[in-house]
């Protein structure tokens, strides 16, 4: 063995072997895998913070899209009972025109027939005072004037009842 | 720091130059080095063959005991960071968790860049295998001294400025290579790695010609007393430092890349299109 080239000797290089195997299995398992563990773990730790974080802005994205659709939706009901509230305000408006109206109508109506029957009851009043009269003025010719003047005076008294019964219907 | 503290320190750091120097050029005479030739020297850090460390009756190479020792420091610095400063580790890192986690976190990055389709175990392998290379390259420089069978006292060279350490490590890689051709190719595996036959005398030798070279100059600079001064500092980062940062590196790249090569699952096949015959063409043409 010793005779080989460059002095090497196996003896020599199986203790380096053992030496390096026992060094390389003492790095290993007391500092690189403790460290790289280590490492991943808190490499993981800000991954699922990451994750967490994202995830919490989409649900708050989430959110905030439902929000500003209930915000849309309690906007379009609010313009449609707005409009509701208007068309219902011009049909109670529309009723209390027509209400009025009616009213109105009803009272001109009342008016007139009480103006008629007012009219009426004047001209029946004219009638008979008229015929009083005519009769008062028979009776007088008959008893006081001539027969000329009787006519005469009968002709006045029909045309001043002419008169007033005219101005009655005015 | 203000101008007379700064005079203080500069004086203190001369008187302490000048203590070096007188005691450099004073035992330069009785140096226990200049025993040695330099030829001696220089042949024994290549082949290791004059002075052996005994461990537990076995004669082993100065270099292997210098691995023994970077392993028994590593162990202890892993135990103590396992125990007291992993379960202190916070979401936020402190500079020593960001230094273990920027070492790590570099191997693995590696080990899944290089092989994205199987690297369970591969980013242990090479974070050990660069530690081990650079830890035992930069124990060189602390100069810890052993004694050998001989008597004499060696500084501990980087473990892989051995031959049989870098043997080790180069034929290591190349069959935990094969194990990750096995693992996802199984036969098709061994045989994509065994046309990469010449990689562990490539690799071994490399790490060895690598380590060796800066040991070598090191052992020179410092056999000659008046190169002691100034030059060991350049020599030291030229050839101790930055080829344990290479050395390391390039180590870990090339298993990472191999691996990866190796596992990586065969493409499958393309349909071949058959060309219609030339007679069939002419019938439909006419």
């Known amino acids: 063995m010793s005779n080989l080239p460059l002095n090497i000797n196996f003896?020599?290089?199986?203790?380096?072997?053992?030496?390096?195997?026992?060094?390389?299995?003492?790095?290993?398992?007391?500092?690189?895998?403790?460290?790289?563990?280590?490492?991943?773990?808190?490499?993981?730790?800000?991954?699922?913070?990451?994750?967490?974080?994202?995830?919490?802005?989409k649900a708050s994205e989430e959110k905030k899209a439902q929000y500003d659709t209930k915000l849309s939706e309690a906007e379009a009901e609010i313009s449609q009972m707005k409009s509701k509230s208007r068309q219902e305000i011009e049909k109670s408006k529309e009723t209390q025109l027509q209400a009025a109206k009616d009213e109105a109508e009803r009272i001109v109506r009342e008016a007139k027939a009480e103006a008629n029957r007012e009219k009426e009851r004047i001209l029946s009043d004219a009638q008979s005072e008229i015929s009083e009269m005519v009769t008062d003025a028979t009776e007088k010719l008959a008893l006081k004037a001539t027969a000329g003047e009787a006519f005469d005076q009968f002709l006045d008294a029909v045309d001043l009842a002419e008169k007033r019964g005219s101005d009655y219907e005015q | 720091m203000d101008k007379k503290q700064k005079k203080t320190m500069l004086i203190i750091f001369g008187v302490i130059a000048v203590i070096l120097l007188l005691g450099i050029f004073l035992t330069s005479g009785s140096s226990a080095g200049e025993e040695e030739s330099v030829n001696v020297i220089m042949r024994d850090a290549v082949l290791h063959n004059v002075h052996k460390v005994n461990f537990f009756g076995i004669e082993i190479n100065p270099g292997l005991a210098a691995g023994f020792l970077v392993t028994a420091i590593l162990t202890v610095a892993a135990i103590i960071i396992r125990i007291f400063v992993i379960p202190k580790f916070t979401l936020v890192p402190g500079r020593f968790q960001s230094v273990l986690e920027l070492l790590v976190g570099y191997f693995d990055n590696l080990s899944k860049t290089n092989s994205p389709h199987l690297n369970k175990i591969m980013g242990g392998y090479i974070f050990a295998a660069g530690v081990y290379i650079f830890t035992g390259t930069m124990l060189e420089l602390f100069g810890?001294?052993?004694?050998?069978?001989?008597?004499?006292?060696?500084s501990l060279p980087a473990?892989?400025?051995?031959?049989?350490?870098?043997?080790?490590?180069?034929?290591?890689?190349?069959?935990?290579?094969?194990?990750?051709?096995?693992?996802?190719?199984?036969?098709?595996?061994?045989?994509?790695?065994?046309?990469?036959?010449?990689?562990?005398?490539?690799?071994?030798?490399?790490?060895?010609g690598a380590l060796l070279s800066g040991a070598l100059v090191t052992e020179l600079v410092y056999y000659y007393s008046h190169?002691?001064?100034?030059?060991?500092?350049?020599?030291?980062?030229?050839?101790?430092?930055?080829?344990?940062?290479?050395?390391?590196?390039?180590?870990?790249?090339?298993?990472?890349?191999?691996?990866?090569?190796?596992?990586?699952?065969p493409k499958p096949k393309e349909k071949k299109i058959k060309a219609p015959k030339a007679k069939k063409a002419k019938e439909l043409t006419v």
């Open chain 2, 227 to 265: 190169l002691s001064v100034v030059v060991p500092v350049l020599v030291g980062i030229m050839f101790t430092c930055l080829h344990a940062l290479i050395q390391a590196y390039v180590l870990t790249m090339l298993v990472s890349l191999f691996y990866g090569e190796v596992s990586e699952p």
């Open chain 2, 159 to 208: 473990p892989l400025a051995d031959i049989n350490g870098a043997l080790m490590m180069g034929c290591t890689s190349y069959l935990f290579i094969m194990s990750g051709g096995i693992a996802a190719n199984g036969f098709r595996g061994v045989i994509n790695t065994l046309k990469e036959y010449s990689l562990p005398i490539s690799m071994s030798f490399r790490l060895f």
């Open chain 1, 11 to 57: 003896t020599q290089i199986f203790l380096h072997l053992l030496n390096f195997l026992i060094l390389f299995a003492i790095l290993y398992f007391l500092l690189y895998k403790p460290v790289k563990n280590f490492m991943e773990k808190r490499e993981k730790t800000y991954r699922d913070m990451d994750d967490e974080a994202r995830d919490n802005l």
């Open chain 2, 144 to 154: 810890i001294q052993v004694i050998t069978t001989t008597g004499a006292s060696v």
